[in-house]
Every structure is written in structure tokens, then in C-alpha cells.
């Protein structure tokens, strides 16, 4: 497990437009995806580009923006936001006055090169808006089980967007909730926490964290998360390698004793 913070939720001042690497195959060798978290000011732009070698998620994790798609730009809130496949066009407009702070995820590649903007002349298309129904208890880990109070929502998947090789979800854990230590064999994770906390959970014992915090977790790695008594923990999470739950793998511990 690797332990990341996310310095623009916290207390640090934001600069004008800033980019902060969380995951690659630079900072984590091995690493089945990318991710980075990107803050721009009101009136900033993320000028329009494609990707040829990489399918990407944008979320706004705070602030409002536009995305800039065809005649009609998609206004987003924060929990929404764009899948794109390769070599379709990416731009965004921050319009909120505080700003906004977006996560993005890279499928596909763990190249920070594969992530540098191209000419989008050829790019078909502008990729298509994710957002979900209110957090829910999904049937998918309903069927796995080893969860307690725990609520899901599917962004970006195989079924839902046609993702390849990266899904996006948020989870809330509601007071007393957790998920017991589990693996993907075939994917890596990242967890990320918006409000609220509680304890990673590894074989070695738990590992705090707190809003603003990310764990990152390779393809095999035992985990699971703990929340506060008495608090709602809210996050963003998903996996880099496979487009769906199935795709990842899912293993109880206690199915291994």
C-alpha cells in the first residue's frame, strides 16, 4: 500500500494552474495506470487535446466548470464528470470563483508521456459526460460480500461507458461502516478520501486516513477500510487494469483460511 496526500484538499495555497502527480510508472514502478490531480482558477482553461495512447476519466472533485464539447459545453458540479476514450478532444473552462480541482485517471498506460497534450485536428469526438444515481448498496459486491453500511455508485466501467481498462466509483461508508480485507488480483486501486476517515486496513494493521489522503494499492494486495465511529466517510475510488469489478478480481481473506 502506498500512502499519498492530495495537497490541493488541503490547507496549502492553490496556485493559478497546478498539476500533482499521484500515480505513474515514474513515482510507482509497476503501476497498472496514472493518476494526477489538476487545480485551475476561475476563467483558466485546459486547452483542447486529445490523448492518442490513453482513455481518461476527469472528475471534479470541487468548483464548477465547463467542458468544452462541440456547439454546447457541458457545465459539471462537483461528482461529475468526462470519460474519454483515445484520440477524443478534452478541454475544460473553470467558471466557479474558488476554482476548481479535478482528479484524473489514465487507462491504458503508466507513461507520463502517453498524458501530454496532441493536436485534436483528427480527434472524433469529445467523449461523454459520467455521473450516477445517489450512492446505493451495489448487487455486484452484494453477490461478494465482507462489506457492512457501505453504499456504491458506478461512474465509468465496461457496462457503463465502455472503459477498457480503468473503472471510476464513489463509495460512502456510513457511521459503522466497513469493508473487510479483500484483494484484486488483477488490478491495482486507488482510494481516495473526501470527508471524513477512518483506517486503511492491511495484514500489518491499519493505516490512518484522513480526508485529502489517497491509498494506493497493487494488483494482489490485501485491504479494506474501517470508518470513525459516529462519522460518514465519502470517497472516490476505482481500479487501473480492469474495466469492471469482474475484470479486477474480488477475494475475501476469510475465503483463504
Given amino acids: 500500500m502506498i500512502r499519498r496526500s492530495v495537497n490541493a484538499l488541503g490547507n496549502r495555497p492553490r496556485r493559478r494552474k497546478d498539476v500533482q502527480w499521484l500515480v505513474n510508472g515514474d513515482v510507482v514502478p509497476g503501476a497498472l495506470g496514472m493518476l494526477l490531480v489538476q487545480t485551475q482558477s476561475k476563467g ?20 464548477r466548470g465547463d ?14 464528470g468526462v470519460y474519454n476514450p483515445p484520440d ?8 466557479d470563483d474558488a476554482g476548481a480541482i479535478m482528479l484524473v485517471v489514465y487507462g491504458g498506460t503508466a507513461d507520463p508521456g502517453d498524458a501530454l497534450p496532441r493536436a485534436s485536428d483528427d480527434a472524433a469526438g469529445c467523449g461523454c459526460r459520467i455521473a450516477g444515481a445517489p ?8 453477490a461478494a460480500g465482507g462489506f457492512i453500511d457501505m453504499g456504491v455508485r458506478w461512474l465509468a466501467t465496461t457496462q457503463t461507458v465502455g472503459t477498457r481498462a480503468l473503472v ?5 461508508f456510513t457511521p459503522g461502516g466497513s469493508h473487510e480485507l479483500h484483494r484484486h488480483p488483477h488490478a491495482d486501486e486507488f482510494f481516495l478520501v473526501l470527508q471524513g476517515g477512518g483506517d486503511h486496513l492491511t495484514q500489518d494493521g491499519p493505516v490512518r486516513l484522513n480526508a485529502g489522503a489517497m491509498a494506493y494499492i497493487p494488483a494482489g494486495e490485501w485491504h479494506g477500510f474501517r470508518t470513525d465511529p459516529g462519522i460518514t ?5 476505482g481500479y487501473l487494469g480492469a474495466g469492471s469489478l469482474a475484470q479486477a478480481g474480488y477475494e475475501l481473506l476469510e475465503e483463504k483460511k
Avoid: K
Fill in 44 to 63: 483558466t482553461e485546459m486547452h483542447t487535446h486529445m490523448l492518442p495512447a490513453a482513455e481518461s476519466v476527469t472528475f471534479l472533485l470541487s468548483g
Fill in 67 to 80: 467542458w468544452i464539447a462541440g456547439r454546447e459545453p457541458w457545465p459539471l458540479a462537483p461528482g461529475q
Fill in 88 to 95: 477524443t478532444c478534452r478541454a475544460f473552462r473553470a467558471t
Fill in 135 to 142: 450512492d446505493r448498496d451495489d448487487s455486484a459486491l452484494r
Fill in 168 to 172: 471510476v466509483a464513489t463509495s460512502t
Fill in 233 to 237: 466517510t465519502r470517497t472516490v475510488y
